[in-house]
């Protein structure tokens, strides 16, 4: 048997896709694979990408591929999947989570906390750029679009003093780079980072019960309540919010931070519930912060992100 797999043309997108086709081949060594390169709005537009209003720029075209047969699926970032997909298309399988977390990256070798008073952050997240903002209010944080290994040749470049970006790239890639990782508390991810999302049609059978082969039962728990606080609270890359899941001894732990764009405020919400109520759980946290002013804390987001833009 032979599958399609659509992916972006990336070097990132493109290793992640071939570390699945390793993984598939382990488990049925017969089975063949082709990779159909798909370009996206989001490799095309080269604006910030929290000024682009629109979910998924970096799949949507993918994953029409695969609803309309050209693929057999589709391997993403999971961040980069909304948390609703098309009625015909389902997340099959959700492979082992890589470090979630963000790095920093500087030219001379500091932290973000020892950076000198000016130096100019880069970042392709408005989550990480407030983020930076209420860690290090005196410097500069202003947008960097490319690749992991644009954005870090810019830094090196002297274009950037530094840069943050998620670890899981640099893993993946197997980049020999210096950095600083960034704590959780400090640097919540956006709701799914560092896994891998494979989307199908619902009604491939087969081919779902081959992707499910490589889920990884603790990693797709952690995601979907990620992912359902999302679906409750609407955020995206226009709307800062960190949020992390995980195993903690026999229960499901969701933390999530929300930010106003100016990074003035903050709340956060964290809870847990049984292993199997992923979805409840992110439901029950997205309730709360509605309880506690979410609506208020979001209602400037727009007019701050256009003045950030303008920097």
């Not at 893993?171 to 210096?178: C, P, Q, Y």
Request: proline share 4%.
């Amino acid at each position: 048997m032979k599958y399609l797999i659509g992916t972006r043309g990336s070097l990132l997108s493109l290793t992640q896709t071939n570390w699945v086709v390793s993984k598939i081949k382990n488990k049925s060594p017969q089975t063949e694979f082709e990779i159909v390169t798909i370009k996206t709005q989001g490799d095309t537009d080269a604006r910030p990408l929290f000024t682009i209003n629109q979910k998924g720029i970096f799949e949507k075209e993918i994953d029409r591929a695969v609803a309309e047969k050209k693929v057999d699926f589709a391997v993403h970032s999971l961040k980069d999947v909304p948390a609703e997909l098309p009625e015909d298309l389902v997340l099959a399988s959700v492979p082992k989570r890589e470090e979630a977390n963000d790095v920093f990256i500087a030219n001379d070798g500091s932290t973000l906390d020892t950076i000198k008073k000016g130096a100019v952050i880069g970042t392709s997240s408005l989550r990480r750029a407030v983020q930076i903002i209420r860690l290090r209010p005196d410097v500069i944080v202003k947008p960097i679009r490319g690749n992991i290994e644009t954005r870090i040749r810019k830094v090196h470049d002297g274009e950037f003093d530094g840069v943050v970006l998620a670890q899981a790239g640099i893993s993946r890639l197997g980049l020999d780079v210096k950095f600083q990782r960034l704590s959780l508390d400090e640097f919540p991810p956006s709701p799914g980072q560092g896994a891998l999302g494979i989307v199908s049609r619902k009604d491939n059978v087969q081919l779902i019960e081959l992707l499910q082969q490589i889920e990884d039962p603790e990693t797709r728990n952690a995601i979907e309540a990620e992912r359902s606080l999302s679906k409750f609270v609407d955020s995206g890359c226009r709307f800062p919010v960190g949020a992390f899941a995980h195993k903690d001894n026999d229960r499901l732990r969701l933390k999530v931070i929300v930010y106003s764009v100016d990074g003035s405020r903050s709340i956060m919400v964290e809870k847990d519930s049984e292993i199997n109520q992923a979805n409840e759980l992110g439901r029950q946290v997205a309730t709360e912060l509605k309880e506690k002013g979410i609506s208020d804390i979001a209602k400037n987001w727009r007019e701050k992100v256009e003045e950030w833009n303008s920097k």
